[in-house]
């Protein structure tokens, strides 16, 4: 009997031996976290994309919610986000305190829709509840509209943190993401399915040296060693000063040294899933089908390749071609269920049909196997598969 075909997941981490080597590096050195691993690690994605300072953690959740304590959250604040994005996004404020509410997202890229943003933000100045940050998420790797966003941040006065988790790779305007060119802050993650992975981990780059300070000390407790910071001065050099009430967010030296290492791929990386979708794009254009749109002056870093079944032209459902590709051995995704559905935040007064793109982007959106490491040969599985169900 002829074995099973392999399963193809939707993500999967791509790790070689030098990924290998460099954590058992760490393994038999003296520092197993809190050591120069982590700084390494930290310049090296600092000058990839051109930030002051980055900041590593222990998730792209930690990192977020220490971004949104940094920058001043805290009850009667307002955060606003996507509904289209993870429920981090949006929990960071929820962890601080803060109200959270949502802008519509544009339906052809899946990201905030900066027009939709400029009328809610007219509507919430006349009402006396503009939000005190804003954090646009780079759905599957492509950058939000930055410019028109950070215009709109100096005229109603409110922080930007990028959530950046899909992106790192990604340019805009020329530029990578996480320069923070038009942000106070830009968030990375580190997971397995992302562009390059530290098994989990996370990443807050800033170009403010004062965010930068407090990220630091936040992730450690709110624990420093700067004699400054001692009332009466140090009682010796074991002194430490709690001086916030911080977490304990650090990333390990073994995870910095896999994310150092795989920095060093970072470009093939990304330029492996572009060819990838290119495949897909020649492939699939004659389904009933929306194709992720790759265009303008910027370069996702095609975390994600996301397609949306056209109801107008096709009959079969959503779920129909999710089940059909499952009972091939291929394992698809949905990203995302919109956030203000969730039941915590129905609870909130949250309702469907209040950002009706984003509910309609998630009654379409299917994610298809995109990585470094998906065979030509099985990435041909999953077009022939789409073609028997929808062709």
């Known amino acids: 009997m002829a074995d099973a075909p392999a399963i193809i997941p939707y993500g999967r981490q791509t790790i070689d031996q030098a990924d290998i080597d460099a954590v058992r590096a760490v393994l ?3 520092w197993l976290t809190q050591g120069p691993t982590i700084e390494r690690f930290e310049a090296a994605v600092a000058e990839y994309c051109g930030a002051r300072h980055a900041v590593a953690v222990s998730s792209g959740t930690a990192a977020l919610h220490i971004g949104a304590i940094a920058a001043g959250l805290a009850p009667g604040r ?5 509904p289209n994005t993870f429920v981090a996004s949006a929990n960071c404020a929820r962890y601080c305190g803060a109200d959270v509410d949502f802008v519509d ?4 890229t899946g990201n905030l829709d900066v027009a939709d943003l400029a009328a809610r933000l007219e509507r919430a100045r006349a009402e006396g509840t503009l939000p005190d940050m804003l954090v646009p998420v780079h759905f599957a790797g492509r950058s939000c509209d930055m410019a028109a966003i950070a215009d709109l941040a100096r005229r109603y006065g409110f922080m930007v943190m990028e959530d950046a988790s899909h992106a790192i790779g990604a340019t805009y305007r020329g530029r990578p993401v996480g320069a923070c060119a038009f942000s106070d802050m830009a968030v990375f993650s580190f997971h397995p399915v992302k562009i390059i ?6 990443m807050v780059m800033t170009n403010s040296d004062a965010l930068a300070r407090r990220l630091r000390t936040l992730r450690t407790h709110g624990i420093t060693r700067d004699p400054a910071a001692f009332p009466d001065g140090p009682d010796g050099p074991w002194d430490y000063a709690m001086v916030d009430l911080g977490l304990n967010y650090r990333m390990t030296d073994m995870q910095a040294a896999l994310g150092l290492s795989q920095m060093d791929r970072i470009a093939g990386f990304v330029d492996r899933r572009h060819a990838l979708a290119d495949r897909y794009d020649a492939a699939l254009a004659g389904l009933p089908l929306h194709l992720p749109r790759r265009d303008g002056d910027l370069r996702s870093a095609l975390h994600l390749y996301v397609v949306r079944v056209d109801a107008e032209r096709t009959n079969v459902s959503r779920k129909a071609v999710f089940e059909h590709l499952m009972a091939r051995g291929i394992r698809p995704q949905v990203h995302y269920i ?6 915590y935040y129905r609870n909130l007064g949250f ?5 009706p793109r984003a509910e309609a982007h998630y009654a379409q959106a ?20 789409l073609c028997e169900v929808l062709g």
């Open 338 to 343: 919109p956030v203000h559905t969730q039941p």
């Open 78 to 82: 307002r955060l606003w986000t996507v």
């Open 105 to 108: 997202i544009d339906l052809d």
């Open 366 to 385: 299917l994610s298809l196997p995109l990585y470094p490491r998906l065979a030509e040969a099985d990435q041909d599985r999953v077009i022939a598969a």
């Open 351 to 355: 309702r469907p049909g209040q950002f």
């Open 197 to 202: 992975t530290t098994a989990e981990g996370g």
């Open 28 to 30: 038999e050195s003296d």
